[in-house]
């Protein structure tokens, strides 16, 4: 069961993100659900987590992956039902596991009640006011509202047709045009968003991760921003992009946070915001959200200075507010760490690779992640793991184009494959051909699972002491049990140029990057090392992290 009165939880929490359509197929349709997840997470107990965040499982048409929501408060039919969701909470805290969801309030899905009332209704109608409707410009306003840019290519704006069947207004949406942006100025969206809160609270949630949470508000008048915004956003030419990071975003912030501080337990917001520190900072002021990603980490090449420089600005910057750091490698937007650092040089995050692409060196890849994984959970403050890293899963690199799901490959006239290599069916045992994630063929799931998969799977790698799996486990076992948690982060000197050390009490970290080998003192005894050669050869090589300790 979990600790109600334990309030500082996620300062330091260890929390695993279910992508639920790629996790486990209870029902044989192909395509992830609830009682599937229901049935896995002792996988994610004795993994050693603390808390899963579910990405969304709301009534949807999955135009973007369940990140365009029909209805906030009920559970899509082909995840389950609202009693599959309380058997879900039910069994986690049984666990011992929290259970953070995704709250999506930038934008809805345009299936939404309220977005088809918008469209039913006049120019200037309350029910329009709750999204951004606006005449477009030209002699017949013919012409988008401004030049806005959709995160998914193309303009932001898509042109309604009125009910009486004429070229009507325009609305906005940063992402999809079936993902109408809210208008958080309009009091129904904030009253109706606090009713969502309360019905998952009520229901037992632990907390939120909260989708594109910067974007709420948009500057006065939407002015001019022709650029398309990708990765973590910066000031162009000395203005700051006007539809993210505006001042307004913090007020709702703290209505949230008072709402979660009125219930039992310490409840939690996640913001996901692609912001520098100094501005994320902002967001986990003390009575604003408690984590927020930390996305400029994520971004990070394998570069020992460029890492440990933003692990400096990092920690400063969210110590000035008393706010933990919340580490992230992989999630369901990016390609997964075990191929990006299979890579030499800048990899486009979100993009996709396809099989006429420059593949990643898997072997490579993987010994990196392993290095980066044991480095990130060294770390003061949480960690979010996302689901398949703990196998050290590759990035599918050779899904079929006819496959894919990501609107941006649509949209982007086919030029932007997206993030469905990172999205893959979970290989969990050789029981099926899917790899015990679904009872119908590899061939059939929601995207297709690839045979080389198989030699990925839990249960397999559950077997091996070396195994990613293994070596998971067993860091995650030692982050707790170490005296890690209570010590800050003190820098050790480097051993040589291209590599990272630092200690928290008594346990050592040494990262080695792109240095010599480093060979370890003589009295040391190792905790972990993501190469388990280090036992043998006592030396450090390069793509190495080690944690050990001299007493
Ligand atoms: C967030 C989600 C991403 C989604 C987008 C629009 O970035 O993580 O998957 O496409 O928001 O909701
Ligand atoms: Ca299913």
């Not at 994320?280 to 420089?309: C, G, S």
């Not at 982007?412 to 679904?438: A, E, K, L, Y």
């Not at 119908?440 to 699972?449: G, I, Q, S, Y």
């Not at 060979?519 to 190495?544: G, H, M, N, Y």
Request: with cysteine.
């Amino acid at each position: 069961m979990i600790d109600l009165t334990d309030d500082t939880w996620w300062r330091t929490a260890v929390i695993y993100q279910i992508y639920p359509r790629s996790f486990a197929d209870s029902n044989g349709d192909g395509i992830g659900d609830l009682p599937g997840i229901t049935r896995r997470l002792d996988h994610v107990a004795s993994l050693g987590a603390d808390a899963i965040w579910l990405s969304p499982f709301y009534p949807s048409p999955q135009r973007d992956g369940g990140y365009d929501v029909a209805d906030y408060r009920n559970v899509d039919p082909q995840f389950g039902t609202l009693e599959d969701f309380d058997a879900l909470v039910a069994r986690a805290h049984e666990l011992a596991l929290r259970v953070v969801v995704d709250l999506v309030p930038n934008h809805a899905s345009a299936d939404h009640v309220a977005f088809q009332a918008a469209l039913a209704a006049e120019p200037g109608s309350a029910e329009r006011g709750l999204f951004h409707f606006c005449d477009g410009l030209g002699e017949f306003g013919e012409l988008p509202p401004n030049d806005w840019q959709s995160m998914f290519e193309g303009s932001a704006w898509t042109r309604v047709t009125e009910i009486d069947g004429t070229p009507g207004q325009w609305y906005l949406h940063l992402f999809d045009e079936t993902q109408p942006d809210w208008n958080w100025d309009a009091p129904g969206v904030r009253v109706d968003f606090e009713t969502t809160l309360r019905f998952w609270l009520d229901r037992g949630v632990d907390g939120f991760r909260v989708d594109v949470c910067d974007a709420l508000i948009k500057a006065p008048g939407l002015p001019s921003w022709p650029y398309p915004t990708h990765g973590v956003v910066q000031p162009i030419e000395g203005r700051t992009p006007p539809m993210w990071d505006q001042e307004g975003i913090h007020e709702i912030f703290r209505d949230w946070r008072a709402i979660l501080d009125s219930y039992e337990g310490s409840r939690i917001l996640c913001a996901e915001a692609w912001l520098p520190p100094e501005r994320t900072a902002r967001i986990v002021r003390p009575d604003e959200m408690h984590q927020a990603f930390n996305f400029a980490y994520l971004e990070q090449l394998w570069d020992a200075d460029a890492i440990a420089e933003t692990i400096v600005s990092s920690l400063a910057a969210n110590d000035a507010v008393g706010a933990p750091t919340t580490w992230v490698l992989s999630n369901h937007d990016v390609m997964r760490h075990a191929s990006r650092f299979g890579y030499d040089g800048p990899v486009a995050l979100e993009h996709g690779v396809g099989v006429d692409d420059p593949q990643p060196d898997r072997p490579l890849g993987l010994r990196r992640a392993r290095a980066a994984t044991l480095l990130m959970l060294a770390l003061p403050g949480s960690a979010y793991l996302y689901q398949g890293e703990e196998l050290g899963l590759p990035e599918v690199t050779d899904l079929p184009d006819e496959a894919r799901q990501d609107p941006v490959w649509a949209r982007s006239h086919q030029q932007i494959r997206g993030r469905d290599g990172c999205r893959v069916p979970f290989p969990w045992d050789d029981s099926t051909s899917s790899n015990g994630f679904s009872s119908v063929a590899a061939t059939d799931t929601w995207l297709p699972t690839p045979s080389y998969y198989a030699e990925f799977s839990a249960a397999a790698q559950g077997l091996q002491l070396e195994s990613t799996l293994s070596l998971y486990r067993s860091t995650l076992a030692v982050r707790r049990s170490a005296d890690l948690q209570g010590s800050a982060l003190e820098w050790d000197s480097m051993p040589n140029s291209g590599t990272i050390a630092f200690s928290r009490g008594d346990t050592h970290v040494v990262t080695n990057v792109a240095g010599e080998p480093v060979p370890l003192p003589s009295d040391a005894t190792i905790l972990v090392a993501s190469d388990p050669e280090v036992r043998a050869t006592r030396l450090i090589a390069r793509d190495t992290t080690v944690w050990f300790t001299t007493i």
